[in-house]
Nanobody
Framework: QVQLVESGGGLVQAGGSLRLSCAASVSIFSINVMGWYRQAPGKQRELVAAISGGGSTNYADSVKGRFTISRDNAKNTLYLQMNSLKPEDTAVYYC??????????????WGQGTQVTVSS
């Protein structure tokens, strides 16, 4: 079992910045992929950014150049630095960890979410 706890959400004006953190209850060194997703009211959950164990990253087109995902294996923490925030970034942001156990069974864990609200 992996517990993920997000923090760092809040209310910010358009153009501002926030940094989200996701603390894991286990070492994240061996987690295959960690990512941030978001869900706005009335919309489906969508991928914002993901990072592999090797450090490869991918981003939604809507956040490229503004958001940066990173992981600190020593602190078992995933981050999302969000700059130049826009009202359309308003959503609940979720941390995700997925991959395969050594016995090849899959795992897929989610945090409880943290609210990000960007005012215009």
């Amino acid at each position: 079992q992996v517990q993920l706890v997000e923090s760092g959400g809040g209310l910010v004006q358009a153009g501002g910045s926030l940094r989200l953190s996701c603390a894991a209850s286990v070492s994240i060194f061996s987690i295959n992929v960690m990512g941030w997703y978001r869900q706005a009211p009335g919309k489906q959950r969508e991928l914002v950014a993901a990072i592999s164990g090797g450090g490869s990253t991918n981003y939604a087109d809507s956040v490229k150049g503004r958001f940066t995902i990173s992981r600190d294996n020593a602190k078992n923490t995933l981050y999302l630095q969000m700059n130049s925030l826009k009202p359309e970034d308003t959503a609940v942001y979720y941390c995700n960890a997925r991959g395969l156990y050594s016995n090849l069974s899959p795992y897929d864990y989610w945090g409880q979410g943290t609210q990000v609200t960007v005012s215009s």
